[in-house]
C-alpha cells in the first residue's frame, strides 16, 4: 500500500502518499470528500492535513520519518483499498477507454505489468485525464527510456503549458520553467486528453520501512546548481545540488509531480523550501524538501545566475 493506492474510510478517499511502510501504517491524505451527490477535491496536503485532524484526530501522528505530525493509518481501517493494477473502480468511458488503451500499449510494447491508474479514474470519480502509475525501478526506467525514443505523450505547446502552469496556481511563471514544462516526457496528450505519469520506484507489495529521521530547520531560500539529475523522474523525485550562496551540497526532494523531470545536471535555479536535517543510513544530510503551493524551483538561466524573467 503506497503511492497511487487509494483507500475508502467514511465518506472520503484517501490517497496514500508515501513509499514507506510506517510500523503497520502509510501516509494517506483525504482526497475525494462526498458531500450529498456533491464530491469536494482537496489538493493541498496543508488543506488534506487540516481536514483529517478534524474527521479523525486520532490518525494524526508524529513521525521522525517525516519530521511533522501527518495522518498515519492502517491498511485494515479502510473499508475499501483500490489498487491502481487493478484498473478502473467502475464505468467505461471515453477517458477509462484510453487509459485501458495506453495501459495495454505498455504492457505489450514494453512488457511491463506493474502498472495502473490512479485519481479521480481509480475511484470513479468523473475526470477529464489520466493518471497512470507504474511500479519497480527497472519498470521505471524501462519506461523512462522508451518515452525518450519515442513520442508516447504529445507534448504541450506553449500555450497549453501556460494554461497548466495557471491551472496548479503555480508561481512565479517565468519563460525557463515553460522551456522545461515544455520538454517533459511524462505528460503531455493522448489522443487530446491530458495525461500525467507517475514513476514509483518500488514494489508495492513489498513496502520499505522507513529508517530515517527528519528534523526540520525551517524556511530555505536559495540559488542552486545541480550536480545530478538521475532520479529527477523518478518518486519522490530528487536531485543534488549545490549552495551557491553557501558553497554546500545537499539533496532536493519532493513528492509532488510538478518537479519531476524539471532540471538537469548543469542547470542552476532559484529554490525555495523546508529544511531539513535527515540522519540515515550513512550518516547526516541538509535537504530540502518542497511540499507547500508557495515553495517553488525555477529554472534561470546558466548565464545570469540572477532572478527568472517572469512572463
Not at 25 to 38: C, D, E, F, M, Q
Not at 89 to 108: H, T, V, W, Y
Not at 232 to 240: A, G, M, N, Q
Amino acid at each position: 500500500m503506497i503511492e497511487g493506492f487509494i483507500g475508502r474510510l467514511g465518506n472520503a478517499y484517501w490517497m496514500i502518499r508515501s513509499i514507506y511502510n510506517i510500523k503497520g501504517k502509510s501516509l494517506a491524505l483525504p482526497r475525494y470528500i462526498y458531500v450529498g451527490n456533491n464530491v469536494i477535491t482537496l489538493k493541498e496536503a496543508d488543506e488534506s492535513i487540516s481536514i483529517a485532524r478534524k474527521l479523525y484526530p486520532e490518525s494524526i501522528q508524529f513521525s521522525e520519518c517525516f519530521g511533522r505530525s501527518v495522518p498515519l493509518i492502517e491498511r485494515d481501517s479502510f473499508s475499501e483499498l483500490l489498487d491502481p493494477r487493478n484498473g478502473p473502480k467502475c464505468g467505461i468511458n471515453m477517458i477509462s477507454s484510453l487509459a485501458a488503451e495506453l495501459i495495454d500499449r505498455f504492457r505489450n510494447e514494453l512488457g511491463i505489468d506493474s502498472i495502473g491508474v490512479t485519481g479521480g479514474l481509480l475511484v470513479g470519480k468523473p475526470t477529464s485525464d489520466i493518471d497512470l502509475v507504474i511500479y519497480g525501478e527497472s519498470n521505471c526506467r524501462r519506461a523512462y527510456e522508451a518515452f525518450s525514443e519515442n513520442e508516447v505523450l504529445e507534448r504541450y505547446t506553449f500555450d497549453q503549458t501556460i494554461e497548466l502552469l495557471l491551472k496548479r496556481r503555480q508561481s512565479p511563471i517565468t519563460f525557463e520553467l515553460v522551456e522545461k514544462e515544455m520538454k517533459k516526457r511524462l505528460q503531455g496528450k493522448y489522443k487530446g486528453v491530458d495525461v500525467y505519469i507517475r514513476l514509483v520506484p518500488v514494489d508495492p507489495d513489498k513496502p520499505p520501512s522507513c529508517n530515517r529521521s527528519v528534523m526540520k530547520l525551517g524556511e530555505f531560500v536559495s540559488l542552486v546548481e545541480i550536480t545530478d539529475a538521475d532520479r529527477s523522474f523518478l518518486y519522490p523525485c530528487e536531485y543534488t545540488a549545490l549552495d551557491l550562496r553557501l558553497d554546500r551540497k545537499l539533496k532536493l526532494y519532493s513528492d509532488r509531480g510538478r518537479y519531476c523531470e524539471l532540471l538537469e545536471e548543469g542547470d542552476i535555479a532559484a529554490v525555495r523550501g523546508e529544511l531539513e536535517l535527515t540522519r540515515e543510513e550513512g550518516g547526516k544530510k541538509i535537504a530540502i524538501y518542497l511540499w507547500r503551493n508557495e515553495h517553488y524551483l525555477i529554472p534561470v538561466r546558466q548565464n545570469m545566475r540572477g532572478v527568472p524573467r517572469k512572463i
